[in-house]
């Protein structure tokens, strides 16, 4: 018995890697952001913390939508 989807396998894999680790990589710039513009100016912490959530939100439309297009390429 030998395993014949090596290709198919490592696609599934790395379109996988990358639709988890493009909004996790987002976050993380969108958190450095954040923190190095809450050390300069940290009397507008409100403000820019609603700015950063709005930009959170938009990569979490971005990552549950890949993850649907995924489920709905590979389910058919």
């Known amino acids: 018995m030998r395993f014949e989807y ?3 396998g490592f696609l599934f894999i790395g379109l996988f890697m990358i639709m988890v680790g493009l909004p996790c990589l987002l976050t993380a710039i969108l958190g450095v952001k ?3 513009r809450l050390g300069q ?3 507008k912490s409100a403000k820019l913390q609603l700015g950063i959530c709005v930009q959170l939100f938009f990569v979490q439309v971005l990552g549950i ?3 649907a297009a995924f489920f709905k390429f ?3």
Do not use: A, H, K, R
Request: no cysteine; aromatic share 20%; hydrophobic share 40%.
């Open 41 to 43: 100016y940290p009397t």
């Open 6 to 8: 090596w290709n198919e």
């Open 74 to 76: 590979f389910s058919n």
């Open 34 to 36: 954040l923190i190095d």
């Open 65 to 67: 939508t890949m993850l």
